[in-house]
Structures are given as structure tokens and as C-alpha cells.
């Protein structure tokens, strides 16, 4: 993601990096985990085997590593898992969020409508702030913003194993944006063949996918090579709303014995027409598709036109390394480096900036004051992310215990340039008009214990404490300037309690307490407060041999919660608050049915009341105390279902549905507010064919989105402003509302051929 304020990237040393440090850096990293995925293939092959064998240490050191990361049956957590076999008949290009529409208690929506470029996700009507990723149990979310723009790894989900999600307080090993829910992704394990694999897809929209993957399978048992190289080009529902996406993975593994290492480099270059604007309420029913973006007026108001540049370029690059060592059938350690570089900028033609806030001069032509220019913008956004994680980890008869620690450090440049102005005034060439410099330092520790008291019961603790140092200091956009320095200094219990009725049923009862600091947003907003979340969690899993369910009863109450206020910054980025004492009650049901051997259901359900306590609003001048009111982006309604026919290994159908109930888009519960409910269905086909001479495999996918063309919107924005000029010694409070119309039936049509 370029500058929409956000990316991350880090330092393990908590120095000043100067810039030519940090190019050095970068260089070594790069140099060095080239080395590592490179140097892999000139071990002697005739090295001494291990005692244990080969595939019984890979399953095991590949388990080890997952059982630290990620929550289990034994433990008192709701989650839902995903697997690359779940992912694979929907993967034809559009980002991650979207293929995970279908889980509990989870809202996706889509800028461009399609689902490809820039798409969000909130879980149990958190967002992406409050959903923490991690990637091979490195912190994804942006330092400064604490989102996540998926946009900046177009076509991960081919790479990807598996996929954990955690609703409710996560995990310690999922770091500190776990608010809402928590998203642990493990990328592909070594494969023991080796393998080509060529897949292309298109569809509506003139959406275009290339994807090209490899491995050269274990090597003298112990070395492996893959990659993927991947495109993706789409015009978007949305008018002008393209995506231009580039994609790279390269992955090196050795693994003898009870070691494991992996070297990763991935990343992606993605340019996006932009699209956050939205439609007002008469341009949803007269032109739903316009975009407001690159307008260019000429002097009378006329409309001549639209930017053809008006775009995100972003690129970011990630290098990773984990070594996995095993001690004994207990013990066992892992240790993980990670480095992002994100550099890029979003480009904005703007009819009228002020020459002051561009720190220029105003021109005097003859009598006549210029103080405005129509003009070009670029705003930049240079960062630098490093984390080291570690974690011990043994593995009794009772007895399971994680220890780990976290060390983390961001620092992030901020700037703005002057592309073209009409008038340019006293303008050098790329003249800046801001800049500044944020920095977030990061430390935790944290230790889990999951002991089985006896035959029925199984007692889970997690504690964690985190140290978050923040600056930020230089001059923004509009003379204005951001002066921060805050520390904060969290502990986070988790305890909780397991009874098992059955080998195949569990019913859990737990409490976790999660604090988290406010993000960049939200100092420039004002002088905001932490946040401090209860989160009580009550449920039920079983999973027998055609009928698994679980049914999960939660309470999250908030101090200080910052909610979304429905609107939207100067650069599209949500608007957040302070809002006191607030409350999440719900409900989550999720179920997986054998109906016959061939037919497969798995619903799920999520029921819930959002609420604001004693909300006060200033309406016409007069602070108002509301009383209880909805929290925004909160549906008290989400259900999905996934319909599945394999009448064989090679052939399956899958009818997908998802309503997403009634919301607010503000805090007010004003009927302008609303967004609608929907209800949509998509028809997902797969076929797969082969071995056919030396081709080992064909797949077919045919995606089938929104197949009954419902009209609905998924997103939106709610704000207010104060008239105090129309009516002489009178307030009156005026609403506006924005929303992201969705496409209509749409198809993706893929196939794939490995070799």
C-alpha cells in the first residue's frame, strides 16, 4: 500500500538508523538471505543421515513449529481453520480477505467491487486494525496504522498452507493487534517432489491472472527450492478502478535430523487506480459505478476530464528466515528474522490546493491574489520494519509450555512532493511540502502452559507483557505538524479451563484482558487513549465421524474503545474515537455435516449486540446524551454456508452463500446511517484431470460470484458537520453518507497445470 499511511517494516537495535546504516542493511539482507536459499544446494549430499528418519523428523518439526503459533482443540479458544485444498477451487486472483468471506462472524468488502486491489476484513465488527496477522508468526500489520493492505501481496494465497483464525483475544504469539481476531498464516511447507506448475485465469472485468510455481522437491532428502511468480491485472467493477499487481516467492529449505531452516523472500509491486471515494446516495441510484476519483474541472466548473495517473504505487519486500531446532521428543526451539522494505507513493490530481500549505508563496497578478493552484501531489511513504522472535518449547504427557519473546522496530519517512502546479509560485522541482518521521519500538515476552489436570480437565494459561515506545515529529499536509512521544507498558493474562466429555468433544470456559496503544490516525485526530479490553468466552466443540459442530457464547467489553465514526480522513483512512464504555455480545454456531458420502454443509451462524454505553453527540449545537447505541460496522446478523457435491475425487460443486445483516455506519444510530442487509450466492466448480503423459495433473475452477445479481453495497462511510452560516446565531447539524457499491454476477475461470 503506498502512502494511504501505511506499511511496515523493522530494527532490532533500538539506535537511530541513519540512511546510509540502513542501506547497508538492506543490502546485507538481501545479500545474505540470497546466500542462505542459494548456498543450500552445495551441502555434501554424502553428510551422515539421521537417526530418526526423514519424514517422521519433517512432520514433527513442521508440527512443533504450528503448536507454538496456534491455538488447539485443548484449549479454551474459538478458531476456525483453513486449509491450501480449502483455498485452492477459489483461488483465481482476488485477494485473501475475500476468500476467507465465508468464515464465522466475518464482513469482506471490496473497493474496486471485484474483490481485487484494495480489500478490508472485521471479524465480529472489528477491523482490520484490531485483526492481527501474522505470516509464518511475524507481525504483518502496518507499526503506525496497525492495518493490513493485502493489496501489497497479490496472489499470497498460492502460497500459502494454511490459514488459522482466532476470534475473540488471540494468542500471545499473535502479537498485540488481537482486539478482535487474529489471522495466523503459514506459508507452503517443503514439498518431497519436485514439480512445475503453470496456472492462468480471466474473467469479468478484464481480469487476467498468471501465476508460474516450482520446487525442486527434497534434494539429497534434505534441500528444497520453490518459488512463484505471479500477475494480476483487472479493470474493477468500479470505473477506472485497475489494479496492476506483481508477485514474487522464493522459499529455500534444509532439514536434516531435528533441524530445520527456511529462507523466504517474497513481496509484491502493486499500482491501483484509486477508488476510496465512494458514491453519495443520488449517484448509488443514477450511476453506481462512477468514480469520483481524478476529476479535473476547467475554470468554470465544468468537467474536463479525469487524471489518468491518479494511483497507489507501492512495492514491499520481505525477508525472512526461521531455524527450527528439536532437542529431544520434548524439547524444542525456534528462532525467526524478519526485514520489510516498503517504499512507494499515491498520486493525486487536486483542482484546488492552497499555495500555503504547500509552503509557497501566494502570487500577485496585477490587483488580483492567487492563493490557490490546481495541481499534482505525491505522497511518499519510506519504511524500514526488522522483528526477532523466539520461543522454547516443551512438550510433556500433561504438560505443554510455550516461553518467547518479541523485539521489534519501525521507523517510517513520511513526505510530500509537488508534481505540476498551475501555478507554481516560488516551486523548485519535486518541491516538498512536508515531512516527517515516525519510529515504534516493540518488546514482549510472553510464556503459555496448557496442563491436563487429569482424565477431564485441561487448564490454559498465557501470559504476556508488552513495552511500546512511539514518536513521531515533523511538519503534515496542511502547515500542520505531529509532535508524539508515548510509551505504554502492557500486561495481558489469558486463563481459561478445558473439559473434555469425550475424546471428540470439548466444552471450554476463559477470560483474556488485551490492551492496546492508539495508532498514528488517532494522534493526529486528537489525544486519544489506550484501549482495554475483558473478553469472556464460553464454548462447545465436537467432532464426530459425519457431524462436527462447535458453538462459541462471548462477551468483549471495551474501556475506550476507538470505534470507526464513519468518516474518512484527508487520504481515505477511517476515522476512529474514544467512546468510553462499550460492549460486544454474541454468538457464533459452526458446523460441518456429512449429509450422504458425497454431499457436504457446512453453515455457520453469528448472532450479536454491539453497543456504545451513554454515547453523547453534539446535534445543533447541544451536547445530546444518546443513551445505548449500535456500534459502527457492527451487523447483529452474519451467517454463511458452503454447499459442497464430490460425487468424486476429481469433480466437486460448491454453492456459497453469505448474508451480512443490517448496520450502522456511524455511532449516532441516525436512519441515514443505515447500510443495508444483503444476501449473496456464489456457485464455486472444480475438475480435475490426469496424470496425462507428462503432465501430472489439470485443474479446472469456474467462480460464479453473486450468481442472482443482487444490487447491494458492503462498506461505506457516515459523517456530520455543523451549518452555522446559513441561519444567523444558529447550529444546524447536517449528515452525509458514502458507500462502496458491489458488482453484480460476475465469473472467474481458471485452470492449472503441473508437471
Not at 516467492?249 to 476510496?276: D, M, R
Not at 515516525?438 to 491436563?452: C, N, R, V
Not at 460443486?653 to 450502522?664: A, H, N, R, W
Request: glycine letters at 8%; aromatic letters at 12%; proline letters at 3%.
Amino acid at each position: 500500500m503506498p502512502p494511504r499511511e501505511v506499511d511496515c517494516l523493522f530494527i532490532l537495535s533500538t539506535r537511530i538508523v541513519t540512511p546510509l546504516f540502513v542501506k547497508q542493511v538492506r543490502m546485507r539482507i538481501t545479500v545474505f538471505i540470497c546466500s542462505c536459499v542459494l548456498g543450500l544446494t552445495s551441502i555434501n549430499a554424502q553428510e551422515q543421515q539421521a537417526k530418526d528418519s526423514l519424514a517422521t523428523t519433517t512432520i514433527s518439526l513442521e508440527e512443533v513449529s504450528v503448536a507454538g503459533l496456534r491455538a488447539r482443540k485443548d484449549q479454551p479458544l474459538s478458531f476456525s481453520e483453513v486449509t491450501k485444498e480449502d483455498l485452492k477451487a477459489r483461488n483465481l486472483g482476488q485477494d485473501l480477505p475475500i476468500l476467507l468471506n465465508f468464515l464465522p462472524s466475518v464482513v469482506t468488502t471490496s473497493d474496486a467491487g471485484a474483490g481485487i486491489g484494495y480489500t478490508g476484513i472485521r471479524v465480529r465488527g472489528s477491523d482490520a486494525t484490531r485483526v492481527n496477522v501474522t505470516i509464518n508468526g511475524i507481525p504483518y500489520n502496518d507499526a503506525e496504522s496497525q492495518g493490513t493492505f493485502w493489496v501489497n501481496m497479490p496472489d499470497f494465497a498460492s502460497s500459502v498452507e494454511s490459514i488459522q483464525l482466532q476470534r475473540g483475544v488471540g494468542t500471545s504469539t499473535n502479537g498485540s493487534s488481537a482486539f478482535g481476531a487474529s489471522l495466523n498464516v503459514l506459508t507452503n511447507a517443503a514439498s518431497q517432489e519436485a514439480y512445475a506448475q503453470i496456472s492462468n485465469s480471466a474473467g469479468s472485468f478484464g481480469t487476467l491472472r498468471h501465476s508460474l510455481k516450482f520446487s525442486t522437491g527434497l534434494l539429497n532428502d534434505k534441500i528444497e527450492i520453490a518459488g512463484r511468480l505471479g500477475s494480476i491485472a483487472s479493470n474493477g467493477y468500479i470505473d477506472r478502478a485497475s489494479s496492476d499487481l506483481k508477485s514474487y516467492f522464493l522459499q529455500g529449505v534444509y532439514q536434516e535430523g531435528n533441524t530445520l531452516i527456511k529462507a523466504l523472500v517474497f513481496g509484491g509491486h502493486e499500482i491501483t487506480y484509486q477508488s476510496w471515494f465512494g458514491v453519495d446516495p443520488y449517484t448509488l441510484e443514477n450511476d453506481r459505478t462512477y468514480n469520483f476519483a481524478g476529476e479535473i474541472y476547467d475554470d468554470n466548473g465544468n468537467l474536463n476530464g479525469y487524471y489518468d495517473n491518479q494511483v497507489d504505487n507501492y512495492k514491499q519486500d520481505h525477508y525472512q528466515l526461521h531455524w527450527n531446532q528439536r532437542y529431544d521428543n520434548n524439547w524444542s526451539s525456534s528462532v525467526g528474522l524478519n526485514y520489510t522494505y516498503g517504499r512507494g507513493f499515491y498520486e493525486e490530481y487536486e483542482n484546488s490546493l492552497s499555495l500555503s500549505d504547500l509552503r509557497l508563496d501566494e502570487l500577485s497578478v496585477g490587483s488580483t491574489s492567487i492563493g490557490e493552484t490546481a495541481g499534482v501531489i505525491q505522497k511518499w511513504l519510506d519504511n524500514d520494519f526488522y522483528v526477532l522472535t523466539t520461543n522454547l518449547h516443551h512438550q510433556g504427557a500433561q504438560t505443554d509450555l510455550v516461553f518467547g519473546m518479541l523485539m521489534s522496530n519501525y521507523q517510517g519517512d513520511h513526505f510530500g512532493n509537488l508534481v505540476w502546479a498551475r501555478y507554481a509560485s516560488n516551486a523548485q522541482p519535486k518541491h516538498e511540502f512536508y515531512r516527517n518521521k515516525g519510529e515504534k519500538k516493540e518488546f514482549s515476552l510472553f510464556g503459555k502452559i496448557t496442563h491436563q489436570l487429569n482424565d477431564s480437565f485441561t487448564a490454559y494459561a498465557d501470559l504476556q507483557y508488552r513495552r511500546v515506545d512511539y514518536t513521531a515529529m515533523g511538519s503534515l499536509n496542511e502547515l500542520g505538524s505531529i509532535d508524539i512521544a508515548d510509551d505504554f507498558n502492557f500486561f495481558n493474562p489469558k486463563l481459561g479451563l478445558t473439559f473434555h466429555a469425550d475424546e471428540n468433544t470439548q466444552v471450554y470456559a476463559s477470560y483474556a484482558k488485551a490492551q492496546r496503544e492508539p495508532n498514528r490516525s488517532d494522534y493526529e485526530n486528537g489525544s486519544p487513549r489506550p484501549e482495554l479490553l475483558n473478553d469472556f468466552e464460553l464454548g462447545y466443540r465436537s467432532a464426530g465421524e459425519r457431524l462436527k459442530w462447535s458453538a462459541n457464547l462471548y462477551y468483549m467489553g471495551y474501556k475506550d474503545q476507538l470505534v470507526l465514526t464513519g468518516e474518512l480522513d484527508d487520504v481515505g483512512a477511517p476515522v476512529r474515537q474514544n467512546v468510553g464504555d462499550s460492549y460486544r455480545l454474541g454468538l457464533e454456531i459452526e458446523g460441518s455435516i456429512a449429509l450422504t458420502n458425497q454431499l457436504l454443509w457446512q453453515p455457520n451462524l453469528s448472532l450479536s449486540r454491539n453497543k456504545n454505553r451513554d454515547f453523547k453527540f453534539q446535534r445543533d449545537g447541544q451536547l445530546q446524551n444518546l443513551g445505548d447505541t449500535n456500534i459502527s460496522y457492527s451487523p447483529s446478523i452474519i451467517g454463511g454456508s458452503n454447499l459442497v457435491y464430490a460425487p468424486s475425487t476429481q469433480f466437486q460443486i460448491g454453492f456459497l452463500s453469505k448474508y451480512v445483516g443490517e448496520q450502522y455506519l456511524g455511532n449516532i444510530d441516525a436512519d441515514l446511517s443505515k447500510l443495508d442487509a444483503y444476501f449473496i450466492n456464489d456457485i464455486n466448480i472444480r475438475y480435475a484431470i490426469g496424470p496425462l503423459g507428462w503432465v501430472k495433473a489439470i485443474d479446472f475452477s469456474l467462480l460464479v460470484n453473486n450468481v442472482f445479481d443482487t444490487t447491494f453495497e458492503s462498506n461505506g462511510y457516515f459523517y456530520t458537520y455543523d451549518d452555522t452560516w446559513s441561519t444567523p446565531n444558529q447550529t444546524t447539524t447536517i449528515e452525509g453518507v458514502g458507500y462502496y457499491p458491489q458488482a453484480g454476477t460476475n465469473f472467474l475461470l481458471g485452470a492449472s497445470f503441473r508437471f
